[in-house]
């Protein structure tokens, strides 16, 4: 449908003034880099078609929105046993806050947050002798590349500024709730976070989240029915950090956001959208990437209610 084409298109146009308004992060070293000026956009359909428009070609790391995988590949090892680890409910607060993991025992609120995202690295590092190179794998598989890579600049720079992540790490294992050493699955953490795409590869690697479980590249099913309800039930909640709320009131998808300016977002049977510009709002989600969700929202009667 040529349809889909033209608004992405216009999205592009859309969100060209919103641009120069955000902020790219600056607390990892490697991604203050980034220029501002830059967009795009792409929309894979549970038929296997996919749009894009913008600067398609550009590649970005993907951050948060790797948690959605981690989570995943988590739920496909452990099932409900995963949240005695990590709970499901938005936390309100920054996504690298301290304070509420130490009001709560160290479990942390929930999986999309860095401790809850840390916790379930720690939870598959203890079922994958190779935990990055399976990642990297299911990515490749899903996304129809075979060829992605992580970004390692990217990745020893986050490494290199750990701090806060390492300090809710050890405190979930002064809790009791981290089984295996900080520091190593800290580094698969990173380099998660690392993996490098761009729109049309990210969109694509999450399309089982609008197909009922299964992925319309490979083919291969990555989720129950019942488990992919779930999981966009959970991203809806808390997907966008302290600003699930704002971004659900806005685009009403469940969605997924990182620090790099990619959001992914899902319309349950019909298609899964990824957006991308680096600057961010002062939640650290990109600015002009809901402002474009918003606008597609409307234009394509994409919102769930
Ligand atoms: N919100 C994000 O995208 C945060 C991810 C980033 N790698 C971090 O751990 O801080």
Redesign the pocket.
Known sequence: MSNYQDILEQAVQRVKPLLRQGKV?N??PALAQQPLEQFSVALHTIDGETYSAGDVTARFTI?????VMTLTLALQRYGDELWQRVGKEPSGTA??SLTQLEFENGIPRNPFI?AG?IVTCDALYSRLSAPIHTMLESYRAMSGNNKLCINKIVAQS?YDH?Y??AAMAYLMKSFGNFNNEVEDVLWS??NF??IEMNTTELARSFSYLSNQGECSISGQHILSKKQTKQMNSLLFTSGL?DAAGDFGYRVGMPGK????GAIIAIVPNRFTISVWSPGLDKV?NSLAGIAALEYLSNELGTAIF
């Open positions: 992060a607390y990892i951050q948060s929105v790797s948690k996504f690298n860095n995202a986050e750990r806060r992540n953490y990173f976070c690392a950090y956001s990182g620090v790099g650290g």
